[in-house]
T-cell receptor, first 111, second 115 residues
Framework: NAGVTQTPKFQVLKTGQSMTLQCAQDMNHNSMYWYRQDPGMGLRLIYYSASEGTTDKGEVPNGYNVSRLNKREFSLRLESAAPSQTSVYFC??????????FGSGTRLTVV | DQQVKQNSPSLSVQEGRISILNCDYTNSMFDYFLWYKKYPAEGPTFLISISSIKDKNEDGRFTVFLNKSAKHLSLHIVPSQPGDSAVYFCAASGWTGGGADGLTFGKGTHLIIQP
């Protein structure tokens, strides 16, 4: 099915460990985004990529890095995980008047 | 400072009645507004949108109203059905379609449809 695929779906990390969240879309969208969702906080933009080869910081970029590997893939890296990064992470892509298509999310717990 | 506000964390409505979800924004540069619906353990899905050049947009049971002077929009669901129980996010953009610089989301309203 066409859409946005995120891996993994669940992850538990120890404080200080690193990991990369993967995201791929097959809709030929130019723009891709990473959001985090926390209770009572809604969805907050971490990083975005308006097109292949470009990335920019969003509202809450500290502690994260991103890579737009090609038009399809946009990864989010935590270099040294902290408990404050416990959250649900959503990747999205956009290419039309109808907003974003979201992935199903990655639930990350940092202990 | 929160630019998109959904002041009701939750709303309970009886099945068959009208559900009205509200959203306020502060940034006058926003010109495109969207509503997303989210079920537990799933990503948000697009529901309906409205451009700032309109004041109403309908799609089946869903209607979005925009009052630019008040910087307020609302989502009406008529009639409400059990499957409408979900979290609804209001979102805004300064560029039609979501913008290269991302949508700004409200905190969400949890709609509960009572049988």
């Amino acid at each position: 099915n066409a859409g946005v695929t995120q891996t993994p779906k669940f992850q538990v990390l120890k404080t200080g460990q690193s990991m990369t969240l993967q995201c791929a879309q097959d809709m030929n969208h130019n723009s891709m985004y990473w959001y985090r969702q926390d209770p009572g906080m809604g969805l907050r933009l971490i990083y975005y990529s308006a097109s292949e080869g470009t990335t920019d910081k969003g509202e809450v970029p500290n502690g994260y890095n991103v890579s737009r590997l090609n038009k399809r893939e946009f990864s989010l890296r935590l270099e040294s995980a902290a408990p404050s990064q416990t959250s649900v992470y959503f990747c999205a892509s956009s290419g039309s008047l109808y907003g974003y298509t979201f992935g199903s999310g990655t639930r990350l717990t940092v202990v | 400072d929160q630019q998109v506000k959904q002041n009701s964390p939750s709303l309970s409505v009886q099945e068959g009645r009208i559900s009205i979800l509200n959203c306020d924004y502060t940034n006058s540069m926003f010109d495109y507004f969207l509503w997303y619906k989210k079920y537990p353990a799933e990503g948000p899905t697009f529901l309906i949108s409205i451009s700032s050049i309109k004041d109403k947009n309908e799609d089946g049971r869903f209607t979005v109203f925009l009052n630019k002077s008040a910087k307020h929009l609302s989502l009406h669901i008529v009639p409400s059905q059990p499957g409408d129980s979900a979290v609804y996010f209001c979102a805004a953009s300064g560029w039609t379609g979501g913008g290269a610089d991302g949508l700004t989301f409200g905190k969400g309203t949890h709609l509960i449809i009572q049988p």
